[in-house]
């Protein structure tokens, strides 16, 4: 009987020892899939949040957007009434370029100056100068009095690299055009440390072609605020057709991207990044010009018609223009395009 006790306890004490064994080694398992044990005795585990949360379009909302101060660092170049320079501010702790035109003081006065925020569509890094897919509008809206302010984004230019993640960099450009606004609001301009050009931060406009035109409707969604805006050709298509309708240019026919996309889909919703999902978060005071070329071989037209309805029927108004032969640079229609959208913001920020 003696025994029975001794080799029944003796079970007991290996079934105790084996039950917190299991349990040291189920939460290391969990551990290994991102969760946090906090004990082997059936304490609460909680997940860890997944490193592109943060970007998801409602979180954005929350964040307050950090103003930092916009430097003219050196003169690319002299025009008739304007000044181009090489223009630096910080975003996320990163210095960011781009390129600024400068009314010039003797032909439009001291300021304050209205300001037009410019994003421009895709570009190839290789090829890219800063620039390219402002210049030429920039130098019209200068020449008419307004100060332009067109970012190069993050590794382009001479900005600071993104974070190796093609995601990553793309959900940024959210935050870098939150800020640039913000650095607006500041009221000035620094030149050498030593001069600087007055801006009017209640007078604000937005210019965008192609795919800057989804960068500008999700920065109209975030802010809240009613820049008047220009659109040409814009990309307005949800996240990730947005970008799978491009794969064809790829020299890999888009594998790569792929593949990157299934891993990111395969963690986080998509919808809760594209900005079509929140389009109501836009400002009913908002006004928007949105020029479309019928010519586009990028664009399909039936995208801009489904977005001015939708941007209709949400009660904002939207002057809507369709061009002829036009292509996706507005090719054959451009000083009527250029005409309508100085006359638009001579309306709203003059």
Partial sequence: ????????????????????????????????????????????????????????LERLKERKAQPSEIVLDRVLSEGAGFTSYLFFY???????????????????GDGPFPVIVMLRGWVDPAMYQTGIGTQRVGEVLAQNGYLTLAPDFLGYGESEMP??????????????????????????????????VK????????WAHSNGGLSALTALELSGKPYPTTLWAPVSQFFPYDVL???????????????????????????????????????????????????????????????????????????????????????GSWDLVMQRDLQFFSEELK
Avoid: C
Avoid at 16 to 21: E, K, Q, S, V, Y
Avoid at 24 to 53: C, D, H, M, T, Y
């Fill in 199 to 206: 801006i009017d931060p209640e007078r604000v406009g937005i």
């Fill in 163 to 196: 974070p190796n993640n093609v995601w990553e960099e793309r959900f940024l450009k959210n935050i870098n055009i939150a800020d640039l606004l913000a650095s607006i609001s500041r009221g000035n301009i620094v030149i050498d440390n030593t001069q600087t």
């Fill in 1 to 56: 009987m003696e025994r029975k006790k001794i080799v029944f306890t003796i079970l007991l004490i290996f079934l105790g020892l084996a039950g917190i064994g299991g349990g040291i080694f189920l939460g290391l398992k969990l551990k290994n899939r991102n969760w946090r044990l906090l004990s082997p005795l059936g304490q609460k585990v909680e997940e860890k949040e997944k490193p592109l949360a943060k970007y998801e």
């Fill in 245 to 331: 309708y491009y794969i064809f240019e790829a020299e890999d026919k888009g594998k790569a991207l792929r593949r990157n996309l299934a891993l990111f889909e395969a963690e986080y919703d998509a919808d809760k990044y594209s900005f079509d999902t929140y389009l109501d978060w836009i400002n009913k005071e908002t006004l928007i010009q949105l020029h479309q070329g019928l010519a586009d071989p990028y664009i399909p037209v039936n995208w801009s018609d489904r977005i001015v309805q939708r941007l209709t029927d949400l009660g904002i108004e939207v002057n809507y223009f369709k061009y002829s032969g036009a292509g996706h640079n507005m090719e």
């Fill in 90 to 108: 910080e975003s996320e702790e990163k210095k960011i370029s781009g390129l600024a035109n400068i009314p010039l003081r003797q032909a439009q």
